[in-house]
């Protein structure tokens, strides 16, 4: 299995430059305002309703982690029971392997059209580029896929690929693209793109997809959605091939019983998606529909890495319901694409530099005020501050081998800094020197505003804020003058 | 009661009056306080920047001079009129390895943020404070999601008289502070003071109340910027406020 994985188009070292622009564009900021507090609001309302949501949340997380201590023998279990199916099961350890066993099997079939549902591993290995280049047209079927594929760009957003766009944005597009005047209403336009897509669903050789939940038990894999395009693409091309992260595997049937409660829940406020399609194997003699062969190709591309610690390996548990991104204080403001990943938002912040390694996407894990929003409503429980403090110690520790140009600068500059200042705050006589310090400076800076623009924090400070005029005297001096009268509290003094 | 007072240290050089306020609080609800001046800072801005080692430099020897006044001084408690810097102290078992994580532990057991233990240890919750005008409250966020800190602060200024408390539907979202993340990164940290003080601004209220100084900081200094006449108020101020004059 491979060390580190890679992640198609990343451009994470980016992020300095990507998320100011991100922060400027009006437009953006009304879609994502909109896009997040839409859901993140039904997501908080239906969870509100559930009187055992803790419960649920203890299960996921517990069932998750048994998953993760014995990853290799539920994969096996897998591996056979679909096999027994009648699905046939490939590994791959890097995009390269898994792009070449799709465009393999599709170049055994003579496809020239490949249907695809929403699959973010999909994304992440770039199949999309992969079946072009060996000559298959890969048409997204998903409409905020679709309408990120034919605006030429990735997704934004892990369940709402084209969060970042607002429905007149999204009228131009078509309007442009079809090149023929298009309705106002949000229905009119599905109901162009339904079109669209339909005739590609009848032509097409081979559905591709992704699943969020394999289930060992039964060799099945579960995929959830709300177009009902999923279940074209898996029941009218004669090939179906679901393209899985090996994480993604779950013990018993039974198991879905949890994880139906709460990927709904979280990822779109709905008790249940609208669609649940469970493939067990190809199409049977008695069936009415559905593919004759059925491949899983199952990714490790760097997965297998995080498991050998424990505050690395619950990065794992995701279930990608992407709760965490509509309630992230950071992304609501600069929203996806800002990240340079396909995996945003704190999620991403913590999984993309694992699985493509640190000094990919150093700058991610800094851009968070950990306020741990993104914690409370993780169903599976993911602590993602204690996994950002982690990877943040990691970029300090381990030194410029894994940190972006960015981060190298920053830590650089940061190194004196917090040298002095445990030195300093190792001793009264020196803390009380430098809170002195630090107070003349505060004071010089709110009278004289150049000071403020020339030093390092006071200048990122006063971009946009005042500086506090600060006391003449600290707590402390004020507390001993008061115990030296006689007034209780002041204490044990040095 | 005898309490031991972790003033935190931006309370102490930039905030004293919070500091004060909180220990005439206290001592009003019968506490002893003792406030060891010997303590700097939980080592905080370190941890949450990576910097390791420098934090549990820092964070040792906090938890040491509160584990002796624990074990040796007889106080009962330790207030920290600052949710984070509570939380920190949580953080410190983790951080800090062998006979220290135990020290830890003990500390981490009895460390209270002000208005979790003034209304959870002490049972007080009208401290016949009296302070009229409109406000609003601010969950700061480690107090809110590290030590389960929600009531508590909203019971306490129910009894002030003359106070009127508005909720904001934004209370709970983050004020963009974050440590060094306000100054690396200013740009989100403004736009995500600005979507709180948006809806702040529509309240109609004088003042919005935390219990961390590090978040009123961040809110203060951009409502100034904004031309704003919201004030920043510390809960400690608020509580040991008697007159009617906001």
């Known amino acids: ?494 | 009661m005898k309490i031991a007072f972790f003033a935190s240290c931006l309370i102490d050089q930039f905030r004293p009056s919070a500091g004060l306020a909180a220990v005439e609080v206290l001592e009003r609800c019968g506490c002893e306080v003792v406030f060891d001046q010997r303590q700097t800072c939980c080592g905080q801005p370190a941890f949450n920047s990576g910097f390791k080692s420098e934090a549990r430099s820092v964070c040792s020897r906090a938890v040491k001079l509160l584990d002796e006044q624990l074990e040796q001084q007889g106080c009962e408690a330790i207030v920290c009129p600052s949710g984070s810097c509570a939380a920190m102290l949580h953080h410190a078992v983790q951080l800090l390895g062998g006979a220290e994580a135990q020290m830890a532990q003990r500390v981490a057991a009895r460390v209270y943020e002000l208005g979790a233990f003034l209304v959870d240890v002490l049972g007080c919750t009208d401290l016949e404070a009296a302070w009229s005008g409109r406000v609003t409250w601010h969950d700061a966020c480690h107090g809110l999601r590290d030590l389960g800190i929600r009531d508590q602060p909203r019971q306490l200024l129910s009894k002030v008289r003359g106070l009127e408390l508005v909720e904001a539907k934004t209370c709970d979202r983050c004020c963009g502070f974050g440590g060094t993340f306000s100054v690396s990164m200013p740009g989100i940290s403004l736009a995500m003071a600005d979507e709180k003080l948006d809806e702040l601004e529509t309240l109609g209220v004088e003042a919005v109340v935390s219990g961390d100084a590090s978040c009123l900081m961040q809110l203060e200094g951009r409502l100034r910027e904004r031309g704003s006449s919201i004030k920043g108020l510390h809960l400690a101020e608020i509580l040991a406020s008697r007159e009617s004059d906001p």
């Not at chain 1, 799709?102 to 999909?122: D, F, P």
């Not at chain 1, 899985?244 to 595997?249: L, M, N, S, Y």
Request: glycine fraction near 8%; hydrophobic fraction near 40%.
């Open chain 1, 1 to 494: 299995m491979s060390e580190r994985g890679s992640i198609h188009h990343l451009k994470a070292t980016d992020f300095s430059e990507l998320y100011p622009s991100a922060l400027t564009n009006v437009e953006l900021r009304g879609a994502l305002a909109f896009g997040t507090k839409l859901v993140s609001n039904r997501r908080d309302n239906t969870v509100a309703a559930v009187d055992d949501w803790q419960d649920l949340r203890d299960r996921a997380s517990s069932i998750k982690t048994d998953v993760l201590s014995n990853l290799d023998q539920y994969l096996q279990v897998f591996e056979q029971q679909a096999q027994a199916s009648g699905t046939h099961v490939h590994w791959a350890s890097t995009p390269a392997e898994a792009c070449s066993i799709i465009t393999g099997l599709a170049e055994a079939q003579g496809a020239k059209l490949a249907v695809k549902s929403k699959s973010m591993v999909s994304e992440e290995i770039g199949l999309n580029q992969a079946l072009e280049e060996s000559g298959v047209r890969p048409v997204e079927t998903d409409l905020g896929e679709w309408i990120v594929q034919i605006a030429g760009e990735t997704p934004s957003h892990i369940v709402a690929p084209a969060l970042h766009r607002s429905r007149e944005d999204v009228r131009e597009l078509f309007a442009r693209v079809l090149g023929r005047p298009m309705p106002e209403d949000a229905e009119g336009l599905t109901e162009v793109a339904r079109l669209e897509l339909r005739q590609a669903f009848a032509d097409a050789d081979i559905g591709i997809s992704g699943a969020n939940f394999l289930v060992a038990e039964t060799g099945s894999f579960l995929i959830l959605e709300n177009e009902g395009n999923i279940r074209m693409t898996t029941s009218l091309p004669r090939m179906h091939i679901a393209l899985v992260g090996i994480e993604k595997v779950l013990p018993r049937l039974s198991d879905l019983d949890v994880f139906l409660r709460v990927i709904g829940r979280s990822g779109t406020g709905q008790r249940l998606t609208s669609y649940q399609t469970l493939v067990t194997g190809p199409r049977r003699t008695s069936d009415d529909d559905g593919p004759d062969e059925v491949h899983v190709v199952l990714l490790d591309n760097g997965r297998s890495s995080l498991l050998a610690e424990e505050v690395t390996s619950q990065t794992l548990g995701c279930i990608r319901c992407g709760a965490c991104l509509n309630t992230c204080p950071v992304y609501r403001q600069i929203g996806g694409h800002a990240y340079g990943s396909v995996y945003p938002g704190p999620i991403g912040s913590i999984l993309t530099p694992q699985l493509a390694g640190l000094h990919q996407a150093s700058q991610l894990p800094f851009a968070s005020s950990l306020c741990g929003a993104c914690r409370d409503v993780c169903p599976v429980k993911i602590d993602i501050p204690e996994v950002l403090l982690h990877l943040r110690a990691k970029s300090v520790a381990d030194g410029p081998r894994v940190r972006d140009a960015v981060t190298h600068q920053k830590i650089r500059r940061q190194v004196g800094g917090f040298k002095m200042w445990s030195w300093a705050m190792r001793s009264p006589r020196r803390y009380r020197m430098a809170g002195r310090v630090a107070r003349v400076m505060a004071w010089m800076a709110t009278r004289l505003p150049f000071i403020g623009r020339c030093s390092g924090p006071l200048r990122g400070w006063t971009k946009g804020r005042v500086l506090p005029t600060p006391p003449r005297r600290s707590f402390r001096a004020q507390m001993a003058r008061r115990k030296q009268s006689g007034t209780p509290g002041g204490g044990a003094s040095s």
